[in-house]
């Protein structure tokens, strides 16, 4: 084992045995006082972050990828409101989440504890290193934070803002800590502290979450890669779809809810297809469609199976002809990554049906998929988007961050 990788999981072991100790009071301060610090210091965040976005401009990274890296006084602004929406959540540790009484007459208690130490590895976002450092120190929990290496300038100067605003708030410097090496086999080592680490959440593309699962010997929350779906039924609003479908596609691309695969009820290609592709095409989108499509506009490339399967993060956009709900129901368990899926419909009963066959977590009627978000479902951000079914799914904000504890009160009680 790597001894720079062994030590980073002591120290975050030992912190969080110190956090168990410290009350809800404190932890408010600390966020108050995270709050001031980066305020403060958002000149020195958005030069790093700078520094940043040159290397990835000098690497020929995307512009998709480059707007997931940007930090600017917008971003930071959102990092600050998230803060104050996590300090002013409920504490959930401790909270009785249910309790009875034993025939015997010993008292039973169900109550939240921390997870312990988690292991965020992530990639280009350096918000994330704000927003799973404040949700995981409202639910007593330390982290290791392992980034992408094109955002190592701006993780380094949020997560020593982050120390810096914890021993202000007398409070573990190591309940957050990054790891500042990139290379992959520190994270491949990480994966395997089980004496130091109680769980490992991945943040990022299909590879990312592919390479995790392979290598983890600690238990892993599956969340990210989102191959997100619509679907147009033949009894949609052609104006409602058009406005979600160009939302969903091209308000901010590189994000894992954004739509990769537009599927439309024969009976609507006509009646939509043309307008939507103007406007698509005025937003810069390339398309890619199967044969209806392309026999209706055939200025698009001709999509292959691999299309159906591919997160694109990008200005990029799959469209699929489907002749029934039930063709589209099948199309989405097939190849979503069960992450978030829309109908787009104004008949109640196929809504329904919808709702209750897509295996995804985030369902969506007549609504854009962009939607799925911790800020925007009023968690003040999310530490991920678990497309598992164990323990967590959807945005995991404060509370998914918790396990559960029976403390069991007798007096003298034997069976």
Not at 258 to 268: G, M, N, R, S, V
Request: glycine residues 6%; hydrophobic residues 35%.
């Amino acid at each position: 084992m790597n001894e720079y990788v062994l030590e980073l999981g002591k120290k975050s072991k030992d912190a969080s045995k110190k956090l168990i100790k410290i009350d809800t009071v404190t932890k408010n301060n600390f966020f108050s006082i995270l709050k001031n610090n980066l305020d403060k210091f958002r000149e020195k965040i958005k030069e790093q972050n700078q520094i940043d976005i040159e290397n990835g401009e000098n690497k020929g990274l995307t512009k998709a990828f480059l707007d997931r890296l940007l930090l600017t006084d917008s971003r930071i602004d959102g990092m600050l409101e998230s803060i104050e929406i996590v300090r002013n959540f409920k504490d959930p540790i401790g909270e009785i989440v249910e309790g009875f009484r034993h025939s015997k007459g010993m008292e039973i208690k169900k109550v939240r504890v921390p997870l312990g130490v988690i292991a965020m590895i992530y990639e280009s976002r350096p918000n994330v290193s704000i927003d799973a450092s404040i949700l995981c120190l409202k639910a007593s929990n330390s982290i290791i934070l392992r980034g992408g290496s094109d955002s190592i300038n701006s993780n380094k100067v949020l997560v020593n803002i982050v120390r810096k605003s914890l021993l202000e708030a007398n409070m573990p410097e190591d309940a957050v800590i990054l790891m500042e090496k990139t290379e992959r086999e520190h994270v491949n080592d990480l994966l395997k502290l089980n004496d130091y680490i109680d769980v490992a959440i991945p943040r990022g593309g299909k590879g990312l979450k592919k390479a995790i699962m392979e290598n983890a010997t600690i238990p892993v929350i599956e969340t990210g890669a989102g191959v997100c779906h619509i679907y147009v039924d033949s009894e949609a609003s052609k104006e409602k779809a058009i406005e979600i479908i160009i939302n969903s596609k091209t308000q901010r691309p590189g994000v894992c809810n954004a739509l990769e695969t537009l599927l439309i009820h024969k009976d609507k290609l006509n009646e939509i297809l043309p307008e939507l592709v103007n406007k698509l095409k005025e937003k810069n989108v390339e398309l890619r469609g199967d044969k209806r499509v392309l026999e209706i506009v055939n200025t698009m490339k001709e999509a292959t199976e691999e299309d159906w399967d591919t997160e694109y993060l990008d200005l990029i956009l799959a469209i699929k002809t489907v002749d029934s709900l039930d063709e589209a129901i099948n199309h989405i368990n097939e190849h979503s990554t069960k992450h978030s899926d829309a109908i787009i419909t104004e008949n109640f009963d196929k809504a329904n049906t919808f709702t209750k066959e897509v295996d995804s977590a985030c369902v969506y009627v007549n609504a854009s998929t962009r939607f799925t978000d911790g800020g925007e479902f009023g968690f003040g951000g999310e530490i991920g988007i678990s497309t598992q079914k164990l323990h967590a799914r959807g945005p995991m904000g404060v509370r998914e961050l918790t396990s559960l504890k029976y403390i069991i009160s007798g007096n003298g009680q034997i069976r």
